[in-house]
């Protein structure tokens, strides 16, 4: 592992020096190698089954004594992993534990929030989306998430002030201009949801979305040209 690096390189030094005969050396090197080749197939092959290595690593962090830093992290981790894998409920669960070790980290109550809001539980997200602005209100991405899940309540109001909070912020983001150009447009302000999009696209020009959103827009205002532009590029970037 690299933080062992430095030890490594030292200790190849140091057998180095203790062991001027080189036939001597290399079958020391040999015999290191060997040890180090039957040790990292061994480590492959424990972790080679997915669903054994999870449930090692969780069942470690429910019953080994860690620091709550440690555990939260550990937590963390697990929680990632079942997102990433499309598994909402166990995500949340983990990142419930991962919240329980340590709820002075905003991070886990963002992650929390996300996970409620992954299963359409916008309202619980949000309380614990908002806990997190106050423990950290000077991170963009937790009001943009706040103006998110507003934006899927159908509290369009609201979610304008947190995206506007988040662009104030962070203006480089450009999903927070997108989500802008969304609330904009639900409350019929298309040329400021227009505005909102360029400003994404410039930012982020392959950002599928806010070209389909902007030729949508477009369509509905009777300028076809500009909508089949839009769109075609939205297409091109993303097929699906």
């Known amino acids: 592992t690299l933080p062992a690096l430095p030890f490594t390189l030292w ?18 090197i040999l015999l290191f190698c060997g040890a180090a080749a039957l ?59 991962a ?15 996300n996970a409620y809001c992954d299963i359409n539980q916008y309202d619980r997200g949000l309380i614990h989306l908002k806990k997190a602005a106050e423990l950290q209100p000077e991170f963009a991405p937790t009001y943009s998430n706040i103006g998110v899940a507003c934006l899927r309540l159908g509290q369009y109001q609201e979610a304008l002030v947190y995206l506007k909070k988040a662009a104030e912020l962070d203006d480089g983001i450009a999903t927070v201009h997108s989500n802008l150009a969304m609330a904009y447009q639900a409350l019929d302000q298309p040329d400021k949801a227009i ?35 839009h769109l075609e590029k939205a297409i091109a970037l993303n097929p699906r």
């Open 195 to 229: 505005e909102h999009l360029e400003k994404a696209i410039t930012l982020k020009p392959d950002l599928a979305d806010a070209h389909a959103n902007l030729g949508a827009i477009y369509h509905h205002m009777d300028q076809p040209e500009k909508a089949i532009e």
């Open 11 to 28: 200790a190849a030094r140091h057998i180095a020096i203790q062991i001027p005969n080189r036939t001597h050396l290399t079958h020391v």
């Open 39 to 97: 040790h990292t197939a061994l480590w492959v092959g424990l972790n080679a089954n997915t669903e054994a290595a999870e449930h090692r690593f969780k069942n470690l962090l429910s019953h080994t004594q860690l620091s709550k830093h440690a555990g939260s992290y550990g937590w963390e981790i697990l929680g990632r992993y079942y997102r990433l894998q499309k598994q909402s409920g166990k995500s949340l669960e983990a990142y419930r534990s």
């Open 99 to 113: 919240l329980e070790a340590n709820p002075n980290n905003y991070r886990h109550w963002i992650a929390v929030g």
